[in-house]
């Protein structure tokens, strides 16, 4: 059995820059779709093929690729240690297929980060030139909060009803705002 940690929240609101941060301190595996996605584009692998172009538009890649990806990348974590998901889920069907592994991979927390819109396209501009991440555009940016309010937000609610629920005021200090979240966990 382990542990999943979800780190749930629109594009730009420092999900990453936290997991990674996280998971060093509290001995987690960290697994971001986000990252392993761009892998198989950069691999030029068959999933990467077919992602490319839906990762640049800002779009998300299809649910029956996604779960498969990460269910895979779960049976492969044989350490038992704990995981935060970084990206996943985010839809329904996403938060479903967990639902049904749960008893090997029980969700215990689910922080839900908060920012404005404007603070959200401000900081994914400003990595968009630090990393020249292809979907870091004006253009992608706009149909991904778009997405994150039509497919993604409706999991706040999904897993308030479950009551595990913490919510993460995503402005301010990286350090504050890793404080407020690792008070959560235990050594
Ligand atoms: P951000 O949170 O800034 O959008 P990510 O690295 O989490 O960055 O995701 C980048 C892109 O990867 C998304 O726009 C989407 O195309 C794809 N992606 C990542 N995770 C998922 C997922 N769980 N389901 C579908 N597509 C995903």
């Known amino acids: 059995m382990s542990k999943l940690y979800i780190f749930l929240g629109p594009p730009g609101a420092g999900k990453g820059t936290q997991a990674s941060q996280i998971a060093k301190s509290f001995n987690l595996e960290h697994i971001s779709t986000g990252e392993m996605l761009r892998e198989h584009v950069n691999n030029k692998t068959e999933l990467g093929n077919k992602a490319k172009n839906l990762l640049d538009e800002g779009l998300l890649v299809p649910d029956e690729l996604v779960i498969s990806m990460l269910i895979e990348r779960l049976s492969n974590n044989d350490s038992k240690k704990g995981a935060i998901l970084d990206g996943f889920p985010r839809t329904m069907g ?3 297929s967990l639902e049904e592994i749960s008893d ?3 969700i215990v927390k689910v922080f839900v980060f908060e920012a404005d819109t404007e603070e959200l396209v401000k900081r994914i501009l400003l990595r968009g030139e ?3 991440r292809s979907d870091d555009t004006e253009d992608s940016i706009k ?7 039509s497919d993604t ?6 897993y308030q009803d479950k009551k595990i629920v913490s919510t993460v005021n995503a402005i301010g200090e990286i350090q504050d705002i890793y404080s407020s979240i690792a008070m959560h966990f235990k050594n």
């Open 130 to 132: 630090a990393s020249g």
């Open 104 to 106: 090997q991979y029980p």
């Open 143 to 149: 149909v991904r909060l778009e997405v994150y309010n």
């Open 94 to 96: 996403q938060a479903k």
């Open 153 to 158: 937000a409706p999991l706040v609610k999904y």
